[in-house]
T-cell receptor, first 113, second 115 residues
Framework: KQEVTQIPAALSVPEGENLVLNCSFT??????LQWFRQDPGKGLTSLLL???SQREQTSGRLNASLDKSSGRSTLYIAASQPGDSATYLC????????????WGLGTSLAVNP | GAGVSQSPSNKVTEKGKDVELRCDPI?????LYWYRQRLGQGLEFLIY????????KSGLPSDRFSAERTGESVSTLTIQRTQQEDSAVYLC?????????????FGPGTRLTVL
């Protein structure tokens, strides 16, 4: 059974810092992995999607890497800003079951001005 | 175009009442998903619709939960005889199955509170 773990559960940093959020999964047979951002009352926003054959994806100040064999992904945020404050969720789509995303509990990020 | 929309945004109901939640997916998206997020817990898959195929209901927690979808458009999630443990944010997502790697796009959610 696929399980997704995110570390740390919460993170507070001063503005301008570079930071790394971690996601691990127990079953490496995945189709893809997605990073989402969740803002209160605004649902989920997809940030980056990495296919199982890919190693990383980049969007602006965000870079996500994937090491499928070790069951790990990291989300790197460069030059953090107060507007980055949100909960970041990692979810995997298991190979052969292109339906159910399996979710981590998220990392709650606070970027202080 | 417009994103996924859900209504109502908030719903407060009394224990034992039935509630109906609505989801309008992105136009043209063939797949639609319902998830639940209870306080302090991760998102849980509830149900999945894909075109005219039989829905995957494997995540529905009890027979009090049901969902319908009209063609490839609106979906409603119905909870009968609500219980306090049903209190959660209910999220709907849609995707264009088979294209863009099944990326799912989410609505803002419906926050359900059962008193």
């Amino acid at each position: 059974k696929q399980e997704v773990t995110q570390i740390p559960a919460a993170l507070s940093v001063p503005e301008g810092e570079n930071l790394v959020l971690n996601c691990s999964f127990t079953d490496s047979a995945i189709y893809n992995l997605q990073w989402f951002r969740q803002d209160p009352g605004k649902g989920l926003t997809s940030l980056l999607l990495i296919q199982s054959s890919q190693r990383e994806q980049t969007s602006g100040r965000l870079n996500a890497s994937l090491d499928k064999s070790s069951g790990r992904s990291t989300l790197y945020i460069a030059a953090s800003q107060p507007g980055d404050s949100a909960t970041y969720l990692c979810a995997v789509l298991n190979a052969g079951n292109n339906r159910k995303l399996i979710w981590g509990l998220g990392t709650s990020l606070a970027v202080n001005p | 175009g417009a994103g996924v929309s859900q209504s109502p945004s908030n719903k407060v109901t009394e224990k034992g009442k039935d509630v109906e939640l609505r989801c309008d997916p992105i136009s043209g998206h063939t797949a639609l998903y319902w998830y639940r997020q209870r306080l302090g817990q991760g998102l849980e898959f509830l149900i999945y619709f894909q075109g005219n195929s039989a829905p995957d209901k494997s995540g529905l927690p009890s027979d009090r939960f049901s969902a319908e979808r009209t063609g490839e458009s609106v979906s409603t999630l119905t909870i009968q005889r609500t219980q306090q443990e049903d209190s959660a944010v209910y999220l709907c997502a849609s995707s264009l199955y088979g294209v863009t790697y099944n990326e799912q796009f989410f609505g803002p959610g419906t926050r359900l509170t059962v008193l």
